[in-house]
């Protein structure tokens, strides 16, 4: 019994594009949560300011960046899903 993917595969238009925009975001992120990580290890007083509705700013930013990565991968896949059906078309010209 073969197990071969359900759909056919085809020809990959957009990678590099995806894969640049992949690596920016993964960035943008890393660069934030070492943000976290510096202030968490460095200035810990910081951390037990009230910010937000009686939250400390260490709750605040971790909510953040979980909301952060779930609002970038939307991005991500609206934007590729955008990139690759933008590249079909034209290939199919």
Not at 13 to 20: D, E, I, M, N, V
Not at 33 to 60: M, Q, R
Not at 65 to 74: E, K, N, Q, R, T
């Amino acid at each position: 019994m073969l197990h071969e993917p359900a759909a056919p595969l085809g020809v990959e238009y957009a990678s590099k594009q995806k894969t640049k925009l992949g690596l920016i975001l993964f960035f943008v992120y890393a660069f934030i949560y070492a943000g976290f990580v510096i202030i968490g290890l460095s200035y810990t007083h910081l951390l037990s300011i009230k910010v937000i509705a009686g939250l400390n700013l260490a709750v605040v930013y971790g909510i953040g960046l979980i909301i952060l990565a779930i609002v970038m991968g939307f991005i991500y896949s609206l934007v590729c899903t955008h990139m690759e059906d933008k590249m079909e078309r034209e290939a199919r010209k």
